[in-house]
């Protein structure tokens, strides 16, 4: 079988994905391998697609190689299948899998979105592989390795692939007219709205429009498109320790002074290819100079978002768990799907409630299992990331279980009184009222301090 690799990661050669890859090469001689850069070289692959069709006509199986970075695939791989869709190249029918390491941070949400990109084009799409940075270290995580290859290959042989989403149904597009009257603006408070929207997003610009109309704070609106980026995020760790960014277009400056400043955030975009336009997923990357720092927790944010975003569950994901691990009070998602312009309008009273407010929810599922693994890998990694280990040790994030000997202590001695049948017998039916008791005290404080 002819299998393609596509390297996303922008280190190239120096990848610790790629060399699974190049692992299962080594072991796999009857199949031929061929190695495409593509993270490494994606601006010359936006001048000359040549060398990357030729390659993907030419394979039977197509690998995508690539680390896991801040929720979903690396900038330079979004750009890649911008350049597949744009060039019409036929895929379909071609086998489709994947190959990443992360500490699993999300690593679920970038699986889908290349999946779903690849269902689009058509392909056959297997299951793919995700690894923990160190795994092809280890026997058991080379195991697993093998493992997931020789699965892939009986699942090219034997048709079993990933099942397609449901697609949004055809609908006839409707232009959004801005028709919001301009509200009275309060001061005190600074709201930046964040968009990548182009000249042809006529209904993102609308909505942002009326947003800003609706909205009772003055706002100020900063397009991506407009910023001039060197690139995507290297993944050098360059910044782990200085919190500077190696290039020199001055984006950490700009993302401290004029963005993470702000009350509130709005982050407005259109659906495109699952998730929107690569500038955006650029942003996202190199916003990595604040290392694992939750640095805007506590601030408020809210979408604007114009697509079929109900049929989008992936992306539905990320929005909230980026809320969800930042700290940030997700206000609501707006978008042009049916009453938008009173989606807006509530939209824009709510998150002038969460400012007003200084609102927070507790985490969910999302953000604490997120943190979590942030928790244990800056714990590990504090000698590099010396940053982070600051801001970890300072906002009490390291929240070890283990360091809660009391409450250990506590619970062995329940333990042990309760492996008495006399104690047993006596306990019966009493436990649920000992731990209710102080749930039962703060209630009735809450209605002697509300009584009048």
């Not at 692992?23 to 593509?38: D, N």
């Amino acid at each position: 079988m002819n299998i393609l690799v596509l390297n996303a990661s922008p280190k190239g050669p120096n990848s610790t994905t790629v060399h699974t890859a190049l692992y299962l090469q080594a072991l796999h001689p009857e199949h031929t391998f061929v190695f495409l850069p593509v993270g490494q070289r994606i601006k010359s692959y936006e001048r000359d697609f040549r060398p990357v069709r030729d390659a993907l006509l030419q394979a039977d199986l197509i690998l995508f190689c690539y680390p896991v970075y801040t929720f979903i695939a690396p900038f330079q791989l979004h750009r890649l299948i911008e350049l597949i869709k744009a060039d019409g190249v036929d895929l379909s029918g071609k086998f489709a899998s994947q190959i990443t390491t992360s500490k699993h941070f999300y690593d679920v949400t970038a699986h889908r979105y290349v999946e779903e990109n690849c269902l689009d084009l058509g392909m056959k799409v297997v299951r793919g592989l995700s690894a923990d940075m160190e795994d092809l270290l280890g026997e058991q995580g080379q195991r697993k390795a093998r493992m997931f290859f020789e699965q892939l290959i009986f699942s090219c042989e034997h048709g079993l692939f990933v099942t397609p989403c449901a697609k949004a149904p055809a609908r006839d597009r409707i232009v959004y007219r801005p028709q919001l009257p301009d509200v009275p603006k309060a001061q005190g408070r600074d709201v930046v709205i964040v968009t990548n929207c182009a000249v042809e997003d006529e209904n993102l610009k609308n909505m942002i429009a009326d947003f800003r109309a609706a909205l009772p704070f003055a706002s100020r609106v900063i397009n991506l498109r407009d910023f001039p980026f060197d690139g995507g995020c290297l993944g050098c760790f360059g910044c782990a320790i200085t919190g500077k960014c190696v290039y020199k277009d001055g984006f950490d400056a700009f993302l401290r002074e004029h963005i993470q400043t702000a009350d509130g955030f709005v982050y407005a975009f259109t659906i495109s290819d699952h998730y929107t336009h690569s500038s955006f997923k650029c942003f996202d990357d190199r916003q990595f100079c604040n290392g694992h720092r939750t640095v805007t927790h506590g601030t408020p944010i809210a979408y604007l978002i114009s697509g079929n975003y109900r049929y989008e569950s992936n992306l539905r994901m990320i929005v909230e768990g980026r809320s969800e691990v930042g700290g940030n009070y997700l206000a609501g998602v707006a978008t042009d799907e049916g009453d938008t312009a009173a989606d807006i309008c509530a939209l824009a009273e709510n998150l002038a409630f969460a400012m007003e407010k200084k609102l927070s929810r507790p985490a969910n599922f999302y953000g604490v299992g997120g943190m979590k693994i942030f928790r244990d890998l800056i714990y590990v990694m504090q000698g590099l990331m010396k940053a982070d280990h600051r801001f970890y040790r300072t906002h009490g994030i390291y929240d070890f279980p283990q360091k809660q000997k009391k409450r250990i202590w506590q619970m062995r001695l329940v333990g042990a009184l309760l492996a008495i049948p006399a104690v047993q017998k006596r306990a019966k039916g009493k436990m649920t009222e000992a731990m209710i008791g102080p749930y039962q005290k703060i209630v009735k404080a809450a209605q002697a301090k509300a009584a009048p």
